[in-house]
């Protein structure tokens, strides 16, 4: 070989040295992993994570997380994975202290979603859920879990305040708005509990038996409509079972209904402790066992194949020994870790905005955001308070100084926890107030200045007053009021519906004693749910539903009672006559034996129950008093015929008018009625609302688009949504009974959906 190709050759080789060192170094920079920056680079983290920090991902970090908050994610720092924190409510911001004793955070006490969902107005639900999201940021809260959309199916429901109503349009709406809200302050959501979670009785182990139809029409629709049109950041799945199989391992649930049909591509976290088997959950499509730590009855588990088909607590060494021996798929933990890596980059934390939150040592919220939330608290609750009855337009009071306050509930004693208002649910819901931002009724009125004769006279009233003492108040005061509170809670349901005999003996006495002065009497309910009204109803003049109304709510209910604020909330839930009258009476909570419920009542839940079968209920859904009066005038359709191949919106026009002295707020319900379906459905379906705000004099015109799935059945045989031909009602009221106007129109050709 000559000199010259020997040069050649040489340089050749220099030339691939220095390539190849070039390529080393470059595949040296690459063999840094790849950190998680964003949606790009999830990919590659997927392939650097290993199979321990997989199966460590989608295990939760334990409970409590960490400061307190309800629970938290596991970070893999090497791959720039941070924890995330999940909190609590629906509420109002819940976290414990920073350790077991230490004082808990203060956030604001919101009213309770039924009196939210009362307020039928959306433009209430944004206020609230703005000023939420951002006390989540001040305690840095990547997921808020809230909102609960769980139907009220049976009113002795333990968690029945924490929910919005019997209606799933109506609890739809209103969660949509919540969850569209709170992510607009950059917070996630955690939509619960999914699903058919109504009852506190025997909540880990009973197994809910629902008809599909009633499955696709009363307890799923909130969900599908708040995930199609809200894109909530997760789902919570439920304790119980949905037709034998637990949520938390329902595929279809978890993946066909919620994924594969209505396109969540979030991310799905069971409830506490609510995983039995953590193998099955995550092949269902829960993507994260939460909260992480163990609590059950169940032995701790040793490893081992025989175990996966049992209920067994959720380790990392036990998925990983599942995957070792094939129990569990790779595809499944995979997806499950991209759905929660998917989550962490939408999160504050994840984007470095919570890096000056004093997670140690903060226990209260910034004064402006403090001021903010109790003047938004104020506004929203009387918004949402329901005037049920207003003989001879008792209220709002008129030439009234002394009011003769009664009842146990309106005691403040600090020392027995009782702050003489009851401001909202028990369990994962409550939060944490200092007591003196609470504001108790009697305060409330005083705030109000009028001068309040407790009939505490400085003595403790446990229940009920002497003759003597009634007619002694009815004298020294203007008007009665009797305050009567009742409490409820996750964990439990309520035992009854009704009301104290002596509480009864109270109103009637005071109704007599005040009468026979020429005086009113006004009974306000601060109750979470349904009580027995109409045994002493007629007793008083007015009733006042004040719900759970928050720590302002002695201001707001002075507020409603002075006229400050007229009234204009609605019922979101039936008060039945008696708990017999209730659909579900006689299944509820079911057989806690076996540990298990049938919903024989199907579709008929609530209202649909009531109208169709024609049992009067003692105030109705969707009912709800003004101090003004309204007319309703001139209900419009687009057109007569309704071309069920298509999918265009029928628009639906009425006015309406302030016939009355002051101005007012009126929701305008519409309901659908299909007269010719095949498929039996409930007499009159909600369909549509519009709160609207109007002078003395004014009219408005309110309209409506109410699209094909607004006419539909979800036919159990076809598997599907089906808009029959034939003739439908349009029914616009000012509640379910007190239908204004009615339209027909015709829905012609096949729905060929
Ligand atoms: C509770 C509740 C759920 C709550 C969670 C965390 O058991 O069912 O609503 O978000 O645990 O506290």
Request: charged content about 20%.
């Amino acid at each position: 070989m000559g000199k010259g190709n020997i040069k050649v050759l040489i340089t050749i080789l220099i030339c691939w040295l220095i390539l190849a060192n070039a390529t080393r170094t470059k595949a040296s920079i690459n063999t840094q992993p790849m950190k998680l920056t964003d949606e790009a680079s999830i990919e590659n983290v997927m392939k650097s994570l290993t199979i321990d920090e997989k199966v460590q991902l989608v295990i939760g970090a334990g409970y409590p997380g960490p400061n307190g908050v309800a629970g938290s994610t596991r970070s893999i720092p090497r791959l720039g994975i941070p924890s995330i924190i999940l909190s609590d409510g629906p509420a109002g911001v819940r976290i414990g202290g920073l350790f077991a004793g230490a004082p808990p955070r203060i956030a604001t006490a919101f009213p309770i979603p039924s009196l939210l969902s009362a307020t039928w107005d959306v433009k209430q639900m944004q206020k609230v859920a703005k000023t939420m999201g951002k006390e989540a940021r001040e305690y840095g809260v990547d997921v808020l879990l809230a909102p609960g959309v769980n139907i009220q199916r049976d009113p002795l429901g333990g968690r029945n305040f924490e929910y919005y109503s019997e209606d799933p349009f109506l609890t739809g709406s209103m969660a949509t708005e919540f969850i569209r809200t709170v992510q607009e302050t950059g917070v996630g959501t955690s939509i619960k509990h999914y699903a058919a979670n109504n009852q506190e009785t025997n909540r880990t182990k009973i197994n809910a038996v629902v008809s599909k139809r009633a499955l696709r029409e009363i307890y799923l629709p909130a969900f599908e409509m708040a995930v199609k049109q809200a894109k909530p950041w997760t789902v919570m799945s439920a304790y119980n079972a949905v037709n034998g199989v637990f949520a938390t391992q329902n595929r279809t649930i978890l993946t066909g209904i919620l994924r594969d049909e209505w396109g969540f591509d979030g991310l799905v976290m069971s409830d506490w402790w609510a995983v039995k088997n953590p193998v099955a959950a995550l092949e269902a499509g829960n993507d994260l066992i939460m909260p992480g730590d163990y609590r059950g009855p169940l032995p701790m588990p040793e490893l081992g194949k025989e175990l996966y088909t049992k209920s067994s607590a959720p380790s990392p060494e036990l998925l990983k020994a599942a995957i070792q021996d094939g129990i569990l798929s790779k595809e499944a933990l995979d997806s499950s870790v991209r759905n929660l890596l998917k989550l962490i980059i939408k999160t504050p934390t994840f984007k470095g905005e919570y890096k000056n939150v004093d997670y140690q040592t903060k226990t209260t919220l910034s004064k402006k955001t403090a001021k903010k939330g109790a003047r938004v608290n104020r506004e929203v609750a009387s918004e949402g308070m329901v005037l049920m009855k207003n003989e001879k337009k008792s209220l709002p009071f008129k030439g009234v100084k002394k009011i003769g306050v009664a009842g146990e509930n309106a005691v403040v004693d600090l020392a027995q926890s009782k702050l003489g208002i009851i401001i909202g649910g028990g369990g994962s819901a409550e939060v944490n107030v200092d007591p003196k931002n609470v504001v108790s009724l009697v305060q409330g009125l005083k705030n109000a200045d009028y001068a309040v004769v407790d009939s505490i006279n400085g003595k403790k009233v446990i229940e009920g007053l002497s003759k003597n003492e009634a007619v002694n108040l009815a004298k020294n005061t203007d008007i009665g009021l009797v305050f009567i509170g009742r409490q409820s809670t996750e964990g439990a349901d309520r035992p009854d519906m009704s009301m104290k005999p002596v509480e009864i003996q109270l109103i009637k006495d005071l109704s007599e004693a005040y009468h026979a002065e020429g005086k009113k009497l006004v009974v306000v309910l601060n109750i979470g749910a349904p009580i027995e009204v109409a045994n002493w109803s007629d007793y008083a003049d007015s009733i006042l539903l004040a719900w759970q109304p928050g720590q302002e709510g002695g201001n707001a209910i002075a507020d409603v009672l002075s006229g400050r604020v007229n009234p204009s909330g609605k019922l979101p839930v039936t008060f039945p006559v008696k708990y017999s009258d209730v659909p579900s009476y006689g299944n509820f909570p079911g057989d806690t034996v076996n540990n298990v419920v049938h919903y024989t009542e199907g579709i008929y839940v609530g209202y649909r129950y009531y109208d169709t079968k024609k049992i009067n209920p003692a105030y109705p859904f969707g009912h709800g008093l003004s101090y003004t009066d309204f007319a309703y005038s001139n209900l419009k359709l687009s057109s007569a015929k309704y071309l069920l191949s298509k999918n265009e919106p029928l628009s639906i026009s009425i006015e309406v008018t302030n016939i009355g002295p002051v101005s007012g707020k009126e929701v305008v319900q519409l309901y659908i009625h299909d007269q010719n379906s095949k498929l039996e459905r409930p007499f009159k379906e909600l369909k549509g609302f519009k709160k609207i705000f109007l002078k003395p004099g004014q009219t408005k015109k309110v309209t409506f688009a109410i699209d094909k799935r607004a006419l539909s059945a979800f036919d159990d045989k076809l598997n599907k949504w089906i808009a029959e031909p034939g003739k439908f009602t349009v029914l616009i009221g000012s509640s379910s009974q007190d239908i204004k106007q009615e339209a027909e129109f015709m829905g012609v050709g096949k729905d060929v959906n």
